[in-house]
């Protein structure tokens, strides 16, 4: 049975289940918040250590203004309300992305992981403003400056997931199937798992049956 380190979720579907179901993008959003809570309760049961989360792209900026102003609204009234309670269920929060967001939100960000950094039962990583193919150039830049040798270990020391285990599972919702500019790096020999629902309809046993179906297949890492 394979063990089960690192989830990866891309949760796609939240603006098109928004429009289908109450004829609103944003509140495909704020439903898609209540899927992400019983994901992470799960999570926990399923004693696993890490999630990540692909919870706003670099590509993402090109989104109407108003959608994105409710998106971080959504992520700032999370924190706000939500941040003590993972601190005393011993989660922490890591940022995975660049951020250059507002000196409000800035603050907040580094707020919620300076006061979770210690905690220790499950990692949320949230891949915000991320891109993979940025992350990769800053990295070269990085490993040049620094005069270091362009190494498969000096690349992985240098991402932003530099002290993450590479996921085990990535899932992906809404039908889709591509990974968006997520992980690339990290996802050489990453299980995935595209999933037909849109993220707000994703649920615990959908969740429960991808985990079952992962521990019983057979990973070779390119042996046979």
């Known amino acids: 049975m394979n063990p089960l380190n690192h989830v990866a979720i891309i949760m796609d579907g939240n603006g098109r289940w928004g429009l289908k179901n109450k004829k609103s993008r944003n509140e495909g959003h704020r439903a898609g918040l209540n899927t992400i809570e019983n994901i992470l309760k799960e999570t926990i049961k399923q004693k696993i250590k890490f999630i990540t989360l692909f919870t706003f792209s670099t590509e993402n900026w090109n989104r109407p203004k108003k959608e994105i102003k409710y998106l971080f609204n959504l992520l700032e009234n999370f924190l706000h309300n939500k941040i003590e309670n993972l601190n005393k269920k011993n989660i922490k929060l890591k940022i995975i992305g660049f951020k250059n967001f507002s000196p409000e939100l800035n603050k907040l960000l580094r707020k919620s992981e300076n006061l979770t ?46 002290e993450i285990p590479d ?33 707000p309809d994703f649920n615990v046993i959908d969740y429960k049956k991808i985990i079952k179906k992962f521990k019983s297949t057979k990973r070779n890492f390119g042996k046979i």
């Open 117 to 162: 950094a210690q905690n220790t039962k499950l990692q949320i990583n949230l891949a915000l403003n991320y891109g993979s193919k940025m992350e990769l150039i800053e990295t070269f830049k990085k490993l040049k400056k620094l005069k270091k040798k362009f190494t498969e270990k000096n690349v992985s020391k240098n991402l932003l997931t530099n």
């Open 167 to 199: 996921p085990d599972l990535l899932i992906r919702t809404g039908n889709t199937k591509r990974l968006s500019n997520f992980l690339l790096w990290q996802l050489a020999y990453t299980e995935i798992h595209f999933e037909k629902k849109l993220w």
